[in-house]
């Protein structure tokens, strides 16, 4: 394996785990991609939702990406979402170096990076984005999104100190950053799972969100898991979550993605 690392233009960190180049494997010399946005309720980048899930996906035979993107000062406005954006571009404008496919890049994000993973593929034309960025087409946005136990609304069901940090008191950007109300025609296809007793991002969240991607005709997976706390990430012993029911997200969520990339190592 080999380590990337590339600082965007905000200071935001991006590290890649790459699996090697060799003639014994010249079937997998180009990988589809992973880029992984941990939670933290936009005040950290929670590290159990790092290093842990890149090792899952790069067992999966993926290409496998972290960012710690901002998230500071508040309010951060749109700069989580122009790192993230920012990242999903480097990887394809560098893609042959990085061996990645760029046509099979997937977002996944945990709570408050959830919200961000489903803002990169929502809110991928939005104009501060499009200007921090100098795009005009699709360049920035993924290709499949995981989403789990995702920030959604900033409506009732809302996890306050998320849009607290995003926007403030700008009722019109809590609005904005509401996801379920932004969902539109040809979107990726998502994956999201959830636990129904989670007590910090009320499920109703991942609801809503599937909800809406019904009524656009967006292909989706959804998981419910009766019981599990948030901030679960593997649901195992070594990020002290251990719940083995909800754990198996994580093979759900692989085979997921592999039919939806047509990719897989068997």
């Not at 989403?147 to 609304?153: E, F, G, K, R, S």
């Amino acid at each position: 394996m080999q380590f990337y690392s590339y600082t965007l233009p905000s200071g935001a960190q991006l590290t890649g785990y790459l699996r090697e180049e060799t003639a014994e494997m010249s079937d997998y010399t180009i990988r589809p991609a992973v880029l992984i946005l941990p939670g933290g309720g936009y005040e950290r980048c929670s590290a159990r939702e790092t290093d842990p899930i890149a090792v899952q996906f790069l067992q999966a035979g993926y290409q496998v990406f972290t960012l710690l993107y901002t998230v500071a000062p508040a309010p951060l406005h749109w700069q989580p979402l122009i790192d993230a954006a920012g990242a999903i571009l480097h990887l394809r404008r560098n893609a042959a170096r990085l061996r990645v496919d760029p046509f099979k890049i997937a977002v996944c994000g945990f709570s408050a990076g959830g919200h961000l993973a489903g803002s990169t593929a929502i809110l991928w034309d939005a104009e501060p984005v499009r200007s921090a960025l100098g795009i005009s087409g699709e360049e920035a946005r993924p290709d499949a999104v995981i989403l789990a136990y995702p920030v959604i609304t900033s409506g009732v069901f809302a996890h306050k100190g998320s849009f607290d940090q995003l926007a403030g008191e700008d009722d019109a950007l809590r609005a904005e950053f509401s996801l379920e109300n932004h969902v539109q025609d040809d979107l990726p296809p998502f994956f999201l799972w959830h636990t129904v007793d989670d007590e910090t991002v009320p499920v109703q969240n991942s609801l809503m969100l599937a909800q809406a991607l019904s009524e656009h005709h967006i292909s989706y997976e959804l998981h419910l898991f009766p019981h599990g706390v948030h901030g679960s990430s593997t649901c195992t012993r070594e990020v002290n979550t251990p719940n083995p029911h909800a754990a198996a997200w994580v093979g759900l969520c692989t085979e997921w993605l592999a039919e939806t990339f047509q990719y897989s190592l068997q």
